[in-house]
């Protein structure tokens, strides 16, 4: 496959996804209007909304993966993972507040998160060289939020809607890598005080690292890498949790600390 769609088509279509992101307002899928659009399509709407924000002053924060876990999959009905950037104004400080109203229909999500030392480039990239391309390890939670109508879409949609980036909150401790053991890495989401999901690293394709060497693949494919220096994100432990304005949100990751902050 290839890339399907004219250049307008796909400037149209990131803008309309841009702006529903920017005024809070929820769209149908794009797949419903153009039902054979390719996987290039829809990564090509997601560059346009990338080279959007950038021209706009904004920089890219960092990398995404998602859809990376069984339970993320399951509550989607999907089968692979997706990849996304986040941008500098969707982060927020430790303890700090995220704007409820800001959002459409926001849930939280907790994600096992790296900083590279070295560029990583597919294809052919592994567990192995992303392993020795990580200079820390650090916990953060994603607040994802659709676009789409009733958070519902199908892979090629949830893409070129930079795969529902919102909000992200890095927290807790940076660790070197040799520090720990992501698959046995225990993750613990409250809201209000209340435990509302459980995982450890290796819902993540087994172990974490894995999401980073096929997001290295799937860049390769596109003549990208991941430059030195990127902090990467590798997709919610468990499955994402709703929210409601006024929540306060805490998770708990073995050995890497806390990650807190509420809606408002
Ligand atoms: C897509 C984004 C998924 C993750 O960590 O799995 C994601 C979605 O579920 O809306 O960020
Ligand atoms: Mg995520």
């Known amino acids: 496959m290839a890339i399907t769609l004219d250049q307008a088509t796909i400037a149209r279509l990131a803008e309309h996804l841009e702006n529903a992101e920017l ?45 990376t876990s069984r339970a993320k999959m399951k509550q989607m009905g999907v089968e692979t993972p997706v990849f996304g950037f986040v941008a500098d104004y969707m ?18 999500e907790a994600e096992i998160c790296v900083v590279t030392k070295a560029p990583l480039r597919g294809p052919g990239c592994h567990i192995g060289n992303v392993m020795a391309a990580i200079d820390f390890v650090l916990p953060a939670v994603e607040v994802i939020d659709s676009r789409y109508r009733d958070f519902k879409f199908d892979l090629k949609s949830v893409i070129a809607d930079n795969t529902s980036s919102a909000r992200f909150v890095i927290g807790g401790n940076m660790r070197d890598l040799g520090e720990l053991d992501l698959p046995t890495l ?54 994402a949790i709703p929210v409601a304005k006024g929540d306060n949100v805490v998770v708990r990751f073995q050995d890497l600390g806390n990650v807190s902050f509420r809606f408002v």
């Open 23 to 67: 005024q809070a307002h929820d769209v149908t899928k794009i797949t419903d209007e153009y039902p054979d659009m390719s996987w290039e399509d829809a990564y090509a709407i997601q560059d346009e909304i990338r080279r959007r924000k950038e021209a706009r002053g904004n920089r890219i924060a960092g990398l995404k993966a998602g859809l």
């Open 186 to 239: 225990g993750v613990v989401l409250e809201i209000n005080g209340e435990v509302k999901s459980m995982a450890a690293g290796a819902a993540v394709l087994g172990n974490p690292l894995v999401a980073i060497a096929m997001m290295a693949n799937e860049l390769g494919k596109r003549g990208q890498e991941i430059p030195a220096g990127t902090f990467i994100m590798t997709g919610g432990v468990t499955e």
């Open 91 to 108: 982060s927020v400080p430790d303890g700090g507040e995220v704007k409820f109203d800001e959002l459409i229909h926001p849930k939280v």
